[in-house]
């Protein structure tokens, strides 16, 4: 089946460092792979997505590499603004009638 | 161009009441995905709906939990009798029916049962 594992967190860094969240998945057929953030007190958000292997998603500042051969979607941020500050959550997606799978989502907290 | 709306935001019950959970998907999404979100667990998937649909129900607790997604109005996820540990955060999610199209998230109803 499919999964999706998440580093352990909480992660608690000082402004303008650089930012690390690793992300591997397994998954049966060609995912779809996703970053959500999640602000205190509300809903998901998609901050970006990589519909195929070597694919970069960007946003925000944050970027993210599909690697099919170590099966990670590691998110990145040269430097991390206090506004960060946030759950992050990363998910697979493999196709019609499927559903989202989420890793258990890390907490970012950034320091002034 | 609302997002996914979902209601109510916080929703209070005593155990053996029932909850109703009602979302709104985006306006042109056919499919909606609700999940449940428990303190360090993250987010659990329970059930995909398709307009009078069931398509996935896989991570719905068998006994006393109930979806729909009638044709029209909202999609409504239903709890009977509910317990203390169904306290949670229910997120309702919708998408367009295309390969690979993000899901949308509504800011979710928070339910407590006292």
């Known amino acids: 089946g499919n999964s999706v594992t998440q580093m352990e967190g909480p992660v608690t860094l000082s402004e303008e460092a650089f930012l690390t969240i690793n992300c591997t998945y397994t998954?049966?057929?060609?995912?779809?792979l996703f970053w959500y953030v999640q602000y205190p007190g509300e809903g998901l958000q998609l901050l970006l997505k990589a519909t195929k292997a070597d694919d970069k998603g960007s946003n925000k500042g944050f970027e993210a590499t599909y690697r099919k051969e170590t099966t990670s979607f590691h998110l990145e941020k040269g430097s991390v603004q206090v506004s960060d500050s946030a759950v992050y959550f990363c998910?697979?997606?493999?196709?019609?009638?499927?559903?989202?799978?989420f890793g258990k989502g890390i907490t970012l907290s950034v320091r002034p | 161009n609302a997002g996914v709306m979902q209601n109510p935001r916080h929703l209070v019950r005593r155990r053996g009441q029932e909850a109703r959970l009602r979302c709104s998907p985006m306006k042109g999404h056919s499919h909606v995905y609700w999940y449940r979100q428990l303190p360090e667990e993250g987010l659990k998937f329970m059930v995909y709906?398709?307009?009078?649909?069931?398509?996935?129900e896989s991570g719905m607790p068998k006994e006393r939990f109930s979806a729909e997604f009638p044709k029209e109005g909202p999609s409504i996820l239903r709890i009977q009798q509910v317990v203390r540990g169904d306290s949670a955060a229910y997120f309702c999610a919708s998408s367009t029916s295309d390969w690979g199209s993000p899901l949308h998230f509504g800011n979710g109803t928070r339910l407590t049962v006292t």
């Open positions: 998954a049966t057929g060609y995912p779809s």
């Open positions: 709906l398709q307009k009078e649909n069931i398509i996935d």
């Open positions: 998910a697979l997606y493999t196709g019609a009638n499927s559903k989202l799978t």
